[in-house]
């Protein structure tokens, strides 16, 4: 139990950070992300699943994926132990949820995304701590 706690509070500590695509606030400032959209369970021996929901601003937000490629790439650079990592739109805060998730959870689109230069560059922007 208390392992998952700890795993838990350090998702949430680096998803916290992520600032928006437009605005000059962080994800957690805009409440698109909150520490109840963070679940971790054990699914094996020193395994985690990660699950993240967040909730665009708007429910036609055009940067619902860009924000999802976003927690995906800081989430795995950043999480210190072995994890499967799923995340979801917040059901029924998108008018393109099942789509978007698809997307955001899909190692070939994820992978094509980030070669990209561009996307890259604004992915880069969004996860960097700032000094």
Known sequence: RFLIAARLSRASDIIRTIRDPEKPNTLEELEVVTENGVEVQEIGEDEYLVV??????????????????CLRVKLQRCLPFR????????????????????QINDK?????AMENP?????????????D
């Open 83 to 102: 994890h499967k990592l799923e995340i979801y739109i917040s059901e029924g805060t998108h008018s393109t949820e099942e789509d978007i998730n698809k």
């Open 52 to 69: 993240i929901r967040f909730t665009p601003t708007v429910p036609h937000c055009s940067l619902a994926t860009l924000i999802g490629l």
């Open 108 to 112: 070939e689109r994820v992978a094509a």
């Open 118 to 130: 561009n996307l890259r560059e604004i992915v880069e922007q969004c996860v960097t701590e700032p």
